[in-house]
């Protein structure tokens, strides 16, 4: 995690207890000729357009205060999204049964991807049962874990 994006974290804080929101994530890159700070938020219900603006106009002013970053960014406050990737416990708790997708950065049996309900993040390790079968993996071996959503 960058500097900028850990005083993100601390400048938010406030505002995202004080509504009762979920930080999932703080994103600070450069995509193309532009720097993005994302911010990505959550709440029981799913969030809406009036949460992303609480939280945008708060973080904009404290950010102004503070004034961190030298170059020019774009500022977004943004949902996660529904297939959103896992990666704190509080994830992997939160989505606790559900069917997850597991990329792996190298292939395991001659599979990078693999698919089963969520047993949990236990001791580094992500746990999934597939078809019936525990299966485990490091998680320094994983690239991207996401719920599955089927339509």
């Known amino acids: 995690m960058s500097k900028i994006e850990e005083l993100t974290r601390n400048l938010v804080a406030p505002a995202i207890e004080k509504n009762n929101f979920e930080l999932v994530d703080v994103e600070y890159k450069k995509e193309g000729n532009n720097w993005y700070l ?3 938020i959550d709440k029981n219900g799913g969030v809406t357009l009036d949460d992303c603006q609480i939280i945008s ?3 904009s002013e404290k950010l102004d ?3 961190p970053i030298e170059n020019s ?3 977004e406050v943004s ?6 990737p896992l990666k704190t416990q509080r994830d992997f708790d939160k989505f606790k049964g559900s069917l997850v997708e597991v990329s792996l950065y190298q292939p395991i049996d001659k599979k990078k991807k693999y698919e089963g309900e969520l047993v949990g993040l236990i001791n580094d ?4 049962t597939d078809n019936g079968k525990r299966k485990e993996f490091d998680i320094k071996d994983i690239s991207l874990v ?5 339509f």
Do not use: A, W
Not at 79 to 84: M, N
Not at 125 to 128: G, L, S
């Open 146 to 150: 996401k719920p599955v959503i089927k």
């Open 57 to 59: 106009e708060y973080l």
């Open 38 to 40: 994302r911010v990505y």
């Open 73 to 75: 960014y774009i500022l």
């Open 125 to 128: 390790k992500v746990v999934i």
């Open 79 to 84: 949902s996660p999204g529904i297939d959103r």
């Open 65 to 67: 205060e503070v004034d």
